[in-house]
């Protein structure tokens, strides 16, 4: 079974920024449409990026465009999300899985929390 391990959450003031880290235990990363997805206290799960099998197209949620970058290295078999301008909206546990079509494929890890507070 694929773990999809997340890191490098933790508080940050408003305006502030955070690199978060994804590996991806299997063999064949660089085949995987990858993406990070949040949820909120009391909120549906969202998602905030994707990036493709090679790293050339990624797409990203309205309320994050311009702020964050996704990124992946797959001789590493890992996916980043740089998330800068950070606001007390960001606040959630930050998720990265595979995604197929529309959907999240696989099992959720145990996500990484954000908190933006000053």
């Known amino acids: 079974q694929v773990q999809f391990v997340e890191s490098g959450g933790g508080l940050v003031q408003p305006g502030g920024s955070l690199s978060l880290s994804c590996g991806v235990s299997t063999s064949i990363f660089s085949r995987y449409v990858m993406g990070w997805y949040r949820q909120a206290p009391g909120k549906q799960r969202e998602r905030v990026a994707t990036i493709s099998e090679s790293g050339r197209v990624t797409n990203y949620a309205d309320s994050v465009k311009g702020r964050f970058t996704i990124s992946r290295d797959n001789a590493k078999n890992t996916v980043y999300l740089q998330m800068n301008s950070l606001k007390p909206e960001d606040t959630a546990v930050y998720y990265c899985?595979?995604?197929?079509?529309?959907?999240?494929?696989?099992?959720w890890g145990q996500g990484t929390q954000v908190t933006v507070s000053s």
């Open positions: 899985i595979r995604v197929q079509g529309t959907a999240a494929f696989g099992s």
